[in-house]
């Protein structure tokens, strides 16, 4: 009996490791058929690929700067809005509101999450992009239009509108990841700065001092969301292939250039310029995810040790 | 030695006075009808077996336990002839006024300098840098701590070890001046060693703070203590000089307790 | 010093109030945008959803449509990517729970979570090198495995999650009565953690639902009725991206109404889920 059970273990053990090994396997076929499919364009260009700042497809030149533009600026734009209404929630949300209030709260700041990115794109097309043009857009030039950033003709698709819809969709996870980190400092850190006379807010501070590189992660792993999302992105910032100081222009992301054209792409040197897109995409959200995940980790380490 | 003091102290004002304070946490009470006046410049224990309320009422004193969602107070705490359960307390200005050192320590994630610094740089107690400076350094000369760390003020408080940091968190509550520290099982989590300088620090402190000490350990109460208070069950049952109640309690039930039958 | 002290502790009191509306608004603004996004998508998707509509293959601008075969394409992608990606993704958490924690799982876990934070447009490129060129067009099959690839390891490590919480008492208890490991973990630890692992499948599917990225250039789109793995297949959320982004107002009208119900099966799983674990926790 003894022995069947090893014979079991043994076979069961197999399964499992054969399925828990898909998932590197998945992680370097990735990499290795998006390596083979852009050597055409890797070859011919080399680095100068990721620095050319012309993207004709008809004439074979392919110059990824402008999406590295448009994916930079609207990223940042979605970090300016999204990080500090994320702290807001989630000090809201641990410092603050009775627990019968945070549960929903936190409930319906998840629901934000699970709306599909096209719901995204058709809500920031039909009514964002509207509101853009006629309200925010026109206040800002009327009052901040002397800078560069503010200038330019108003259509409501642009650089602007892609941030915001883009931050929309990360404040779910900033918020959820802060609060998580807020939730390991230990309440005795609380009670310590209170003791002291401090106030609720300067309590607070505390509090995210003892959470900041945490809170680093977070950020840094709404970046990664905010690079890598594609759909609403594609249908709000205009799919123009140019880089402008104005908010309000027509831009690329380096992923809403692969959904738009990558099905029309019959060629093999614009499929492969395409895959290297993808290619530098991957890799940036790779690099990008595993420091958010460093970080996030030191936080409930660092409260671990101190807490002993 | 130290009942000679304490008699001597008999006459001296009470600096908080409790009476009849019951203390809820939702439907369950956990202390009934507490009275007690603590003398200023003394230092009172609290004993008692775990779960008795000790630690409770300590931080009823502070009002620590606003802090705990669905609990409530009913009755009179005043400092200084001053109803800190009253309308229109600020609690703030009352927490500043009372030091708290907790069971187990916790630095801010600062520098040592910085820890000290804190409450003072919030309340806004400093003059200028060269003040701020010497008030850090009478905290932590204050807490016989100065001459272990003054050569790195600027190294992380983690780096302390355990005795170390909860006596950057006595210096940490004595910079912003309270007139009261309590302290919550201040030494439990600390060696022997360690134990030692902490008791001695309280007998110390004395001379210019009232002193509540909450402790699981009767023979640091017997050690530290002017007054000694047992508590049972969310109940007071004695409240004496510490000499008498380690020698001669009135009760049966401390009594018992001290002689080690149950607890 | 009292004097100036007193005045400093009124502006702290200001700011600390201040502060604490601050964040106070703060939730109320977001709570407030998902209030206005979902009751947008309920107005504009209702007055112009029918029966008709839902039923209906798309047709020319004027003659109507719908989005019968785009639910039928969705239904049997998802259904193809969850009996794919589920057995996949659990097996992999449990051994993940139960023999990851040496160098392999680690490294396993760390390429998981990071792969779930990989853009799915990245999947789509993938399956359409590794399954689309050498097929030679564009396919349901490819669809269905580019949204396995995206359930695999967010069922992984919810799976791990949950398969964690189950007491080791339980383990030790069963494996004390002379019961061989595997047993253990598939009679004893698996159906402790069912409900946890069901939920996390439950939340993978509607995230694979509502994913249009990865179907974009792999399943691509088709106006018919399809019931062939091997073909260009449409879904819900490629027909959604399409109508948003023609020219007619009539496509317009379609793609909320397409929208209303995506949200509402994405929106009713996630209550449930919620539903579900309240009440077992």
């Known amino acids: 009996m003894a022995k069947t059970g090893t014979t079991g273990d043994k076979i069961f053990r197999t399964v499992l490791l054969i399925a828990v090994s898909i998932i590197p396997l998945i992680v370097a076929a990735i990499i290795y058929m998006m390596v083979q499919n852009s050597l055409p364009t890797l070859q011919r260009f080399g680095v100068g690929f990721l620095t050319g700042r012309e993207w004709i497809p008809a004439q074979e030149t392919f110059g990824a700067l402008p999406f590295i533009y448009g994916t930079i600026v609207s990223s940042v734009i979605a970090l300016i809005i999204s990080v500090p209404l994320s702290l807001g929630i989630a000090i809201f949300l641990v410092e603050q509101a009775p627990k019968n209030l945070a549960k929903p709260i936190s409930f319906m700041v998840e629901l934000l999450a699970a709306i599909p990115s096209v719901v995204y794109g058709l809500w920031g097309i039909f009514v964002l992009a509207p509101f853009v043009r006629d309200y925010l857009g026109a206040f800002l030039q009327k009052y901040l239009g002397f800078l560069p950033l503010f200038q330019g003709r108003l259509t409501g698709i642009g650089m602007l509108t892609g941030g915001i819809i883009l931050a929309l969709m990360i404040i779910p996870i900033l918020t959820a990841v802060v609060r998580d980190v807020l939730e390991v400092v230990p309440v005795t850190q609380r009670e310590a700065a209170l003791a002291l006379g401090a106030t609720k807010w300067e309590t607070t501070k505390v509090v995210l001092g003892n959470a900041a590189s945490g809170i680093a992660g977070a950020v840094v792993l709404g970046l990664g969301r905010a690079i890598g999302e594609t759909m609403a992105v594609t249908m709000v910032i205009g799919n123009s292939p140019q880089i402008s100081a104005s908010v309000f222009e027509p831009a690329y992301t380096i992923a809403s250039v692969l959904a738009a054209n990558f099905a029309d792409a019959t060629e093999k040197i614009y499929l492969s310029a395409l895959i290297e897109m993808g290619l530098v995409l991957f890799f940036v959200t790779f690099a990008v995810n595993a420091l958010a995940k460093l970080l996030i980790i030191g936080v409930s380490r660092r409260n671990g040790v101190a807490k002993a | 030695m130290t009942y000679r003091i304490s008699e001597l102290r008999q006459t ?88 708290m050192v907790f069971q187990k320590s916790n630095p801010f ?155 | ?160 999650e949950m398969i964690r919480l189950v007491p080791d008492a339980m383990r030790e208890g069963a494996l004390a009565l002379g019961a061989p490991q595997w047993r253990v973990t598939w009679n004893i630890v698996l159906p402790a953690a069912s409900t946890g692992i069901a939920t996390g499948a439950m939340l993978a599917i509607a995230r694979i639902t509502g994913e249009t990225a990865p179907l974009l250039f792999t399943a691509l789109n088709s106006r018919f009725y399809n019931f062939y793995l091997d073909q260009p297949m449409s879904s819900l959320t490629v027909q959604i991206f399409n109508y948003a982004t023609g020219p007619f107002e009539v496509e317009h009208a379609m793609a909320w109404a397409a929208t209303l119900i995506l949200v509402g099966i994405i929106l009713v799983i996630n209550v449930l889920v919620r539903f579900l674990t309240r009440k077992r926790f």
Request: aromatic content about 6%; overall charge neutral; charged content about 20%.
């Open chain 3, 1 to 160: 010093m009292a004097e100036t002290n007193s005045q400093n502790h009124g502006r702290r009191k200001l700011v600390s109030s201040v502060m604490t509306t601050l964040t106070a608004a703060c939730a109320v603004f977001v709570v407030a945008v998902l209030l206005l996004i979902i009751s947008y998508i309920a107005i504009r998707g209702f007055s112009s959803i029918s029966v008709q509509f839902l039923i209906d293959t798309p047709k020319p601008v004027g003659e109507g449509g719908g989005i019968g075969n785009a639910i039928l394409g969705s239904v049997m992608m998802t259904a193809l990517a969850a009996v794919i990606g589920l057995p996949i993704g659990v097996l992999a958490g449990i051994y993940l729970a139960e023999f990851g924690n040496n160098w392999y799982g680690n490294v396993v876990r760390f390429l998981a979570d990071t792969l779930v934070g990989v853009p799915s447009i990245i999947i789509g490129i993938f399956i359409y090198t590794l399954i689309v060129v050498p097929m030679g067009r564009q396919s349901g099959l490819a669809g269905g495995l580019a949204l396995a690839l995206i359930m695999i390891p967010i069922v992984a490590r919810t799976t791990e």
């Open chain 2, 109 to 263: 994630p600062k520098s040592i300098f910085e820890n000290v610094a804190y409450g003072i740089r919030i309340n806004g107690i400093h003059k200028n840098k060269a003040d701020l400076h010497e008030r850090v350094e009478k905290a932590l000369r204050d807490a016989a701590l100065w001459d272990e760390v003054k050569d790195r003020l600027n190294a992380s408080a983690f780096g302390l070890s355990g005795g170390q940091q909860q006596r950057l968190c006595i210096a940490r509550a004595l910079a912003v001046q309270p007139q009261v520290i309590l302290m919550d099982e201040p030494a439990s989590a600390l060696d022997p060693i360690a134990t030692q300088k902490i008791e001695e620090l309280v007998v110390d402190l004395k001379k210019d703070y009232t002193i509540v000490i909450v402790t699981h350990n009767m023979q640091q109460a017997s050690r530290v203590s002017d007054k000694t208070a047992f508590f049972m069950l969310g109940k007071l049952v004695e409240f004496n000089p510490t000499q008498k109640v380690f020698q001669n309690p009135d009760e049966r039930l401390t009594e018992d307790y001290i002689t080690g039958r149950f607890g």
């Open chain 2, 12 to 99: 001296m004002r009470s600096k908080i006075s409790v009476s009849n304070l019951n203390f809820y946490y939702g439907k369950t009470q956990a202390l009934q009808d507490i009275s007690m006046e603590i003398p200023e410049r003394e230092v009172v224990a609290f004993i008692g077996p775990s779960g008795c309320g000790k630690s409770t009422f300590l931080r009823t004193l502070n009002r620590m336990n606003d802090t705990i969602a669905g609990t409530r107070v009913e009755g009179k705490v005043t400092i200084d002839e001053q109803n800190i359960y009253a309308s229109g307390t600020d609690v703030v200005s009352l927490r500043r006024k009372i030091g």
